[in-house]
């Protein structure tokens, strides 16, 4: 008797372990989806290869001996394809092959056969994956010079021994898979963040790793960081095939963010200008004005379309070109915002011009915060100590006034660069009024044309790297923005 109570008693916590598993599981299920994309997948492996926010990008590789070693999915060849989403996330536009430019390390010393590279366009940096003398992939990254890039110098805190590949940018983040960190098994894929300066790195979550390999990740272009797609080899599965991987919410279901409008003109708040929103489709979204701050609460908006904002006056007149329309989106940490508009955080700007309407899309709804300064811990960063010169221009400009010139004169001399190893970085701004694309050519030619009065200073060409990044996101006003930095840059011991 007490046997067989005594087995009825481990019976029922069995029985009660397992229904708490499955229950477990069973949240997990429901908060995760996994789905493969049959639509793209085929008896070869497709390995994912980027995202460009509206394009998926992958390579279909025949499937052989050689290609089922893990070694051989890195480098080998086969046919590069487009395809975009259609309806939600798992159903696409017809698949475009197409031919990937190649990319050639003949200008970079050490670095040997190039495996992936993934640029960052906003930021002006690229990481790519290169095979080395070892025998294993690494990461090293390269920052824009005007046309140019830097060597590229390795992310000696994401690298390992093992390989690490695939690299992919996620809004300024970096995406990368590796065997050599710890994982759930295999290649995992890992998220390093940009304000870490690429130094520390945790498994992406979402459940995206496996006790199989995961070999390239991607957005899936959800500015709220839905889902990913991914390429893997899973347990027990045919070959590497591509997924969505992503909450339980149903397709199609958007985010929205609270957002807030802000206008002025000549720095004075524009009050009762009148602001009509619209959808893609047409249907109208707001029809509301600002008041006497010149300010607006759009609410909660939804952030999967372009919208349509048509601007006027509640007098039936124009609005005067010139007129600026800051974005905001509420942020939720205690004393966040700006100075003027506590809770707020401003994301954008737009330059009104043509009065009556204009059209601007919110997304995406990133700051694009100050490329952060290298750290210590690598090679491919500046350090945040060095010495620094900010030279200002007048509205439009980018020719340097002689105030600024003899600063610049007397900043080199007392500088001593000439008993020195090391080079200068040359960074150009703009204020945030106009057109982003021509903001960023002024930001390239202020930079310019800075290296080029150094060099009539009397600073080497070469020790000289310029770039571009337009509108500068700091600043006291919009003068401090029209600005150049020259950074000295020591040689690294």
């Known amino acids: 008797m007490e046997k067989f109570r005594f087995m009825s008693l481990v019976r029922q916590a069995i029985v009660c372990a397992m229904a708490i598993g499955i229950g477990l599981v069973s949240v997990r299920l429901n908060s995760q989806r996994v789905v493969p994309l049959d639509a793209l997948n085929s008896l070869n492996d497709e390995v994912l290869l980027g995202w460009d ?34 309806q939600g996330w798992t159903s696409f536009t017809e698949v475009k092959p197409m031919n990937l430019r190649a990319w050639s390390a003949a200008d970079w010393p050490g670095i040997g056969e190039i495996q992936h590279v993934t640029i960052d366009s906003n930021r002006g940096v690229l990481v790519l994956s290169a095979l080395q003398p070892s025998g294993d992939c690494d990461l090293f990254m390269a ?3 005007g046309s140019e890039w830097s060597s590229p110098l390795p992310l000696v805190g994401l690298n390992t021994t093992a390989d690490e590949v695939f690299p992919n940018f996620d809004n300024g983040a970096l995406l990368f898979a590796s065997n050599g960190h710890p994982g759930v098994g295999g290649f995992d894929v890992y998220r390093s963040e940009r304000l870490s300066h690429y130094a520390d790195f945790e498994p992406l979550m979402h459940g995206v790793n496996t006790a199989g390999d995961e070999l390239s990740a991607v957005p899936d272009g959800d500015p709220t960081g839905h889902g990913y797609y991914v390429s893997a080899l899973r347990a027990g599965s045919r070959g590497v095939d591509l997924y969505w991987v992503g909450s339980a919410m149903a397709e199609g279901v958007s985010r929205k963010k609270e957002l807030a409008v802000e206008v002025m003109y000549q720095r004075a708040p524009v009050k009762a200008a009148f602001f009509e929103i619209r959808d893609r489709s047409g249907a109208l979204v707001l029809r509301n004005s600002t008041d006497g701050l010149g300010r607006l609460v759009l609410g909660h908006m939804a ?21 600026i ?31 009556a309407a204009f059209v601007f899309d919110l997304l995406p709804l990133d700051a694009l915060e100050r490329w952060p300064r290298p750290s210590i811990q690598d090679a491919a960063r500046w350090r945040d100590d060095v010495p620094t010169c900010a030279l200002n221009f007048a509205s439009a400009e980018f020719t340097l006034n002689r105030t600024a010139e003899m600063r610049l004169k007397k900043w080199l001399e007392a500088l001593n660069w000439t008993v020195q190893s090391g080079y200068f970085e040359v960074t150009g701004f703009t204020d945030t009024q106009g057109a982003l694309a021509p ?25 000289i790297e310029w770039s571009g990044l337009g509108v500068a996101t700091d600043g ?8 150049a930095e020259v950074r000295w840059v020591a040689a690294v011991d």
């Open 53 to 86: 926010g509206s394009s998926l990008f992958f390579r279909s590789i025949p499937r052989t001996f050689e290609t089922v070693q893990a070694g051989q999915w890195f480098l080998s060849s086969g046919q590069e394809y487009e395809v975009s989403p259609l």
């Open 303 to 323: 952030l999967d379309a372009a919208l349509e904002v048509k601007i006027g006056m509640e007098s039936g007149r124009a609005v005067q070109d010139g007129t």
């Open 476 to 483: 006291v006003n919009e003068a401090d923005r029209r600005r």
């Open 325 to 355: 329309c800051h974005i905001y989106e509420r942020c939720v940490q205690l004393n966040c915002g700006e100075a003027h508009w506590p809770g707020w955080r401003r994301v954008r700007s737009y330059r009104v011009e043509g009065g």
């Open 143 to 145: 920052q824009r010079s």
């Open 439 to 463: 903001n960023q050519v002024l930001s390239e030619q202020r930079a310019k044309e800075t290296g080029r009065v150094m060099v009539l200073l009397g600073v080497p060409p070469s020790m």
